[in-house]
């Protein structure tokens, strides 16, 4: 758990299929000094396309977080996240989850592009 992530401290498949529709998974997540248990779940998985889970909040907050991937030229894929939820309210580790998120984006991409392209 963690390698984009570090503040991801453990998951753990709890029903379902990889990556499938309906597929659940318990998280704990490092929040400041504490550590936090979320249930995450696929809820719409489109290979190539989409990939749509969301995550349930100890405090009744529900987060939905979409990717979507669109080819650009050869070698490229541009990614674009969108997270929904409650507008009001935003709970501090909704916040958290979302800015880490796309933290491990900004990493897997640096990653991504310092490896040398093969076919």
């Known amino acids: 758990a963690g390698r984009f992530r570090p503040d991801v401290v453990a998951v753990r498949r709890t029903s379902g299929t990889p990556a499938a529709p309906g597929a659940t998974y318990r998280q704990v997540v490092k929040l400041d000094w504490r550590r936090v248990e979320v249930l995450v779940?696929?809820?719409?998985?489109?290979?190539?396309?989409?990939?749509?889970?969301?995550?349930?909040?100890?405090?009744?907050?529900?987060?939905?977080?979409?990717?979507?991937?669109?080819?650009?030229?050869l070698e490229?894929?541009?990614v674009t996240v969108t997270?929904?939820?409650?507008?009001?309210?935003?709970?501090?580790?909704?916040?958290?989850?979302?800015?880490?998120?796309?933290?491990?984006?900004?990493?897997?991409?640096?990653t991504l592009e310092s490896r040398p392209f093969r076919l």
Do not use: C, M, W
């Open 83 to 110: 997270t929904d939820g409650p507008a009001r309210n935003l709970s501090r580790l909704a916040r958290s989850l979302r800015k880490r998120d796309l933290e491990g984006l900004r990493e897997l991409k640096r």
């Open 76 to 78: 490229h894929t541009r």
């Open 41 to 73: 779940e696929n809820t719409e998985h489109q290979p190539d396309q989409r990939l749509s889970f969301a995550t349930h909040e100890p405090d009744g907050v529900t987060l939905i977080t979409t990717y979507s991937f669109q080819p650009i030229e």
